[in-house]
């Protein structure tokens, strides 16, 4: 079973960065893909932001955090971060990030494909 923890979240001014981490522990099988996604408010379907493919490294973009965002994993550290620049108003979410993708086609970042989730780190960026 894979657990993962978040954190790096915070309070910034629009036109900053921040840098997500997600630990994970726990068994690496079903570790296909590794995402971050994001929830505007509680009672809203997850955006999926970015993914990586566990077992090679390649990382996928949604056009809506392209250029701004970049996702990327550390074998060593057993962590996956989300680099986040230019932040935006409009970035203010909940972030979360996901294992266990049910079908290993890590170009779909889609809520109900991925089965293990972090608790959240809360990111809000003000005007």
């Known amino acids: 079973q894979v657990q993962l923890v978040e954190s790096g979240g915070g309070s910034v001014q629009a036109g900053g960065s921040l840098r997500l981490s997600c630990r994970a522990s726990?068994?690496?099988?079903?570790?296909?893909?590794m995402a971050w996604f994001r929830q505007v408010s509680a009672g809203k379907e997850r955006e999926g932001l970015a993914?990586?493919?566990?077992?090679?490294?390649?990382?996928y973009h949604y056009d809506s955090v392209k250029g701004r965002f970049s996702i990327s994993l550390d074998y060593a550290r057993n962590t996956l971060y989300l680099q986040m620049n230019s932040l935006k108003p409009e970035d203010t979410a909940m972030y979360y990030c996901?294992?266990?993708?049910?079908?290993?086609?890590?170009?779909?970042?889609?809520?109900?494909?991925?089965?293990?989730w972090g608790q959240g780190t809360q990111v809000t960026v003000s005007s």
């Open positions: 996901a294992t266990g993708h049910r079908t290993g086609e890590c170009t779909v970042i889609a809520e109900d494909l991925y089965t293990v």
């Open positions: 993914a990586v493919y566990y077992g090679g490294g390649s990382t």
């Open positions: 726990g068994s690496t099988v079903g570790r296909l893909c």
